[in-house]
């Protein structure tokens, strides 16, 4: 089952920084959490994952919690072609992904 | 960066029949290849584990005899949807690792299959 939390849905206004948080409170200290975010009819896009540091890549930031019970991917400068539902999902085993139900991030004009 | 090709995008076949779907790692060996099944409006529901040259692992209430999965070489793994039902039109999408620390996973584009 999945184990991580998240708001169902959000919205941000384009140009602006969009924050999705996660709560993934049974975390072991050598699982992963990773990010993806899926467009309709598509198959699951990565964006970033971490274990302890916060990460930055091209396509966003993952800013993790010191007790690594939560974390926030922040995509900085958000567009129309970030709609899309975001999974945040916590490395089960160090061997597998199982999805929650994610958010789905609505940007605005 | 890692691609993994999933075929065909889309299918439509005849109650009763079989279907294959096969999911490829283009320039990595996937030791590890999962499948997920995805109805409309829900999120992505883990189906099974593969490893390469071993039984797939089932996640529980999923058939095995129904869904087939075989992971024969390092970079492909199938799926059949064996005796189709309407039941099983769905979104199938299959994802790889390399099975090393850190690497991640990648998924491919999934399979529409609708039954008919």
């Known amino acids: 089952d999945a184990k991580t939390t998240q708001p169902p849905s959000m919205d941000c206004a384009e140009g602006r920084a969009a924050n999705l948080p996660c709560n993934h409170s049974?975390?072991?200290?050598?699982?992963?959490v990773y990010w993806y975010r899926q467009i309709h009819s598509q198959g699951p896009q990565y964006i970033i994952h971490?274990?302890?540091n916060n990460e930055t890549n091209e396509m966003a930031s993952l800013i993790i919690t010191e007790d690594r019970k939560s974390s926030t991917l922040i995509l900085p400068h958000a567009t129309l072609r970030d709609t899309a539902v975001y999974y945040c999902?916590?490395?089960?085993?160090?061997?597998?992904?199982?999805f929650g139900q994610g958010t789905r991030l609505t940007i605005n004009p | 960066g890692a691609v993994v090709s999933q075929h065909p995008s889309w299918v439509i076949c005849k109650s009763g029949t079989s279907v294959k779907i096969e999911c490829r790692s283009l320039?990595?060996?996937?030791?590890?290849m999962f499948w997920y099944r995805q109805f409309p409006k829900q999120s992505l529901m883990l189906m099974a584990t593969?490893?390469?040259?071993?039984?797939?692992?089932?996640e529980q209430g999923v058939e095995k005899d129904k869904f087939l999965i075989n992971h024969a070489s390092l970079t492909l793994s199938t799926l059949t949807v064996t005796s189709a039902h309407p039941e099983d039109s769905s979104f199938y999408i299959c994802s790889a690792t390399p099975g090393l620390s850190n690497y991640g996973y990648t998924f491919g584009s999934g399979t529409r299959l609708t039954v008919v």
């Open positions: 593969s490893n390469e040259g071993s039984k797939a692992t089932y």
């Open positions: 320039d990595f060996q996937a030791t590890t």
């Open positions: 971490g274990l302890k």
């Open positions: 999902i916590e490395e089960q085993g160090a061997q597998k992904l199982v």
């Open positions: 049974t975390i072991s200290g050598n699982e992963y």
